[in-house]
Structure formats: C-alpha cells, structure tokens
C-alpha cells in the first residue's frame, strides 16, 4: 500500500511543469513555518491566559473575539481587491511581529494584554492559511493534485511538530513570554516563501485569475450574501460550525482539567508543546496516509461521515469515564481530526466554486465562523452556568455528542448539493 502510494505521488508530482513544482515548494514552507509559529504562540498564549484569568474567563474571550473577528474579515474582504494578495499577507504578518515581539516584553505588564494575545493568536494562523488556501486552490486543478492537499496538510503537521518540540524544550528555560521571541523568524520566510510561489505562480497555464475578484461583497455582509444564495456553501459553513463549536467545548472542558493538573505556569506550557506534540505526529501520518487511505476506502461523502461518527463514540466514553487522561485522548482525536483529514475533506469541498465564492465566501466560513463558533460555545457554557447547579461537564458532553448527530445529518444533506455543483462546473 505504501508502496503504490509513494509510486502514485511521484508520478502526480512528475506530471507537473517546472513553474507548478517551485510554486508548491514554496508552498510547502508556507504551510510548514505558519502551523510552527502557531503551535508556540498558541502554547504560551493560552498558559499566560490561565495564569491571568483561570479557564472561567475563557468564554468570555470567545464571546469577545466575534467583535474582533467581524473587524478583521471585514477588513481583509474590503482591502483584498485594492492591495493584492502580497500586500495583505505582508501586512498580517507585520501585525504578528510587532503583537509577538511586545507581549514577550510586555505581556505582564498591561493586564489586558495576556487578553489580547489569547484573542489574537487564533485569528492570526485562520488568516494566515485563508490566505494560503485561496492561492493553492485557484493555481492547482484538482484532476491532477490528488495528493497536493494531503502533502501541504502533512507540511503544516511537521511544522506544528517541531515548534511544539521547541515550546516542550525551551518553555521552562526561556518563560511563556520570551518563547515568543521564537516565532520572528518563522514569520520572514512566510513572506519570503508567499512572494516566491505568487511569483512563480504567473507562469503556470490553466490557473484562475486571482485579480478578477469583482468589486461587490467586499465586507462580511457582502461574504454572507454569497452564502445565502449558495445552499451548498450554507451546508459547508453548518459543519464547520459543528466541528468548531464542539471542539471549543472540549477546549473549554480540557482547560479545566488542565488548570487543576499543573498550577505552575511554565510547566504548564511545556506539558502543551509535549502534548500538542504528539497530536501533531498523529497529524502527521493523517495528513500523508491516513487521508488517502480513507478517502480510498470511503470516499469522499464516507469520509465526512465517518468523522463526526467516530467522535460521537468518543463522546459516549467520556460520558462514561470524565477523567484527565480521557479528556487528554478525546481532545487529541477532535484536534487531531480537525487539523488533518476534516481539514483536507472540507477543503476539497471548494474546488467546484467560482473565485469570489473561494476567496470571500470562504473567509467568512473559514475565519468569521471558525471564531464565532467559539462565541456561540461561550454562550453555551454560561448559560448552562446560570440556569442549572448540575455540573456543567456532564450536560456539555451531552451538547457535544447531539452536535455529533447533527454534524452527521448535516453531511448527508450536503452531498446531494455538492454533486450538482460538481456537475454545474
């Protein structure tokens, strides 16, 4: 099996011109040093947060984040057409050195900063692979790039290795704060690497235009018009939610046993590098194998039927054993999928729709939404807070695992669309 894969890849990969082969390379180290920066931002962000507010205040975050989340998409949809593509990831990048570089001098100096750090590190890396993703999936035909999303996802999986690796090593030595400082240099060849494959890019026949994004739904109200006349995107964005919206749960149930589990700061941020460390690997051999294998097998409907299925078992066990080493395995298998084969599947959804619906439409569900799913989980743990002394967990994984149900209801609905579009393009 290994073998004929291997053998099918190369022969992919040597069907592609000399342009095609430099822009995915560059392509590759994109995806690579945006999932290491992410993973030691992501670390040290989230320790400094507990330290500064306890895993209580993490809804209130999320509910904050969709005032953020709506200004940046907004921004990015309205500017997008006037800068270019460089411009604007040029631009985000800057905004992540001087946020990075401040907070590692600065974080405990302003009480609302560890705040704002939290808030800002998970709509940096969504932006950043929004950006990516467009470019990739407007270059690439997906008759022939069978395997280049699987590759790209496997990349951004050995960079979230090996900055993991590199906040497991040098949290405790360094500090939360000053483990930020590790992230600049990531943040150079992103640029670098991004002007490189748009360069190299020019030259390869049977692209889209990326320039001919017309004027109109050029701010999040203008994304989700596109969304209400597509009922193929409005199925898209339904299971992002549900993915999302039960992973902050998770996230959510996660850091309560976490915060209990180690007290002391740095220790805690070395126990996230070594355990998003191990999501990663497993992240890895989904990304390589375990996307192709499944989507051999499965298909590609299957495939997005098996996800929230198999989660939905995960759930029913931690109903049954609501331990720290469960929730540890059950957040590892949702992050895991979610970073691997959901993320391959789901944006396979997308190559039969026209440049405005991939690069607006799809930054309002891959960036707004993705955020303000953690908003409406938010909303859902304090409610719960309010209305009932039962313990929370218990009625939150009950939420997840129906979220679970639907999820997979949604996915059936959604296929009988995606063929019509497949067939319409």
Excluded at 206 to 229: F, P, R, Y
Aim: proline fraction near 2%; glycine fraction near 4%; include cysteine.
């Amino acid at each position: 099996m290994f073998q004929k894969t291997l053998n099918l890849v190369r022969a992919e990969y040597n069907s592609y011109c000399r342009f095609e082969k430099l822009f995915i390379f560059f392509v590759l180290i994109c995806s690579f040093c945006i999932t290491a920066e992410a993973s030691i931002t992501r670390a040290s962000a989230n320790s400094i947060f507990l330290s500064a507010y306890t895993a209580k205040f993490f809804p209130t975050a999320w509910l904050v984040s969709v005032v953020l989340n709506f200004a940046i998409v907004t921004f990015y949809n309205r500017f997008l057409p006037r800068l270019g593509c460089v411009k604007m990831l040029v631009l985000s990048v800057l905004c992540a050195i001087g946020m990075n570089s401040f907070c590692a001098f600065y974080v405990g100096e302003f009480r609302g900063l560890p705040f704002i750090l939290y808030l800002w590190k998970d709509i940096f890396v969504i932006l950043m692979f929004q950006q990516l993703w467009s470019v990739i999936q407007a270059t690439m035909n997906i008759s022939r790039a069978k395997y280049l999303f699987g590759i790209v996802f496997g990349m951004g999986g050995l960079g979230s290795t090996a900055g993991s690796f590199l906040t497991g090593s040098f949290a405790v030595t360094l500090g939360s704060e000053k483990l930020l400082l590790l992230t600049l240099p990531f943040y150079l060849i992103i640029m670098g690497s991004y002007c490189m494959a748009l360069n190299y890019r020019s030259s390869v026949t049977d692209k889209q235009n990326i320039h001919e994004m017309s004027a109109d739904s050029t701010d999040v109200m203008g994304g989700m018009k596109l969304i209400k006349n597509s009922i193929f995107l409005q199925f898209i964005l339904l299971i992002v939610l549900a993915m999302q919206v039960a992973s902050t749960i998770l996230d959510y149930q996660f850091s309560s046993y976490l915060e209990k589990a180690f007290v002391i700061q740095d220790l805690r941020t070395a126990f996230l590098g070594k355990f998003f460390a191990i999501v990663n690997m497993v992240n890895i051999f989904l990304q390589f194998f375990g996307s192709y294998i499944l989507l051999r097998i499965l298909g590609l409907e299957r495939s997005h039927l098996a996800i929230p299925l198999v989660l939905a078992t995960f759930a029913i066990g931690f109903l049954l054993f609501p331990t720290f080493p469960f929730i540890c395995i059950y957040f590892a298998h949702i992050k895991a999928f979610d970073y691997s084969i959901f993320g391959i599947i789901k944006e396979m959804l997308y190559i039969p729709l026209k440049v405005d619906e991939k690069f607006k439409a799809k930054a309002i569900i891959d960036v707004f939404a993705y955020r303000t799913a953690k908003a409406c989980a938010s909303l859902i743990i304090l409610a719960l807070s309010f209305i009932t002394s039962i313990s929370i967990n218990t009625l939150l994984s009950w939420g997840v695992l129906l979220i679970f149900l639907l999820w997979a209801l949604a996915v059936t609905l959604l296929f009988k669309h995606y063929y019509k579009e497949v067939a319409s393009q």
